[in-house]
């Protein structure tokens, strides 16, 4: 398999499954074309990154991950202005973290989307400006990490909480069923069982 990503948290995810795989990062061009919802552009820059990895005999797994506020996008922040812009604007509200994740076999191309809601709790300004000082946000959709230890930004995860570090192990699996369960990994980097896994012990 190839990991067509240089998120470190999508490679230790991955990894965590204890599956062998390679990672072949993709430079794509991720500005919105004119016109494009929100939606259509995380579909074509996933495809990209998929295609970008060139390779026909492997199976290569592509994600895009953005956090959705008011129909914006909020992406990897340019500078320290536009991180304390996004953290304002998520400080104390809802909003959807989205993922895109591609599973290209040769010419096969599968595609799914997750979307988990994220509340996030009234942090100070003080604690923006310590953030921004960390160097954290800077390659974080958002501009912030739902799992970084001084900052705990995130007051409550309804959905996925995988999905919103990078890459939802049990959508994956949905489109590569040889893959081990992803339950202790969730239960271990989250701190909760998986969601999806309990809903299908249920429905049996």
Known sequence: MILASASPR?????AALGVAFDTRPSDVDETPLPGETPLDTQHRITL????????????VIAADTTVLLDGDMLNKPADADEARRMLRRLRGRAHEVQSCVVVKRGAQETMQIVSSLVVMRDYTDEEIEAY???????DKAGAYAVQHPGFHPVAEIRGCPLNVIG????????QLPHLPDPSPVCLRISGRACLENQSRRGAA
């Open 167 to 174: 890459l939802p192990l049990c959508a994956l699996r949905r």
């Open 10 to 14: 999508r490679r230790e995810l991955l």
């Open 48 to 59: 990209l990154k998929a295609r970008a990895a060139n390779s026909d005999r492997d199976i």
């Open 132 to 138: 921004i000082a960390s160097g954290d946000p800077f």
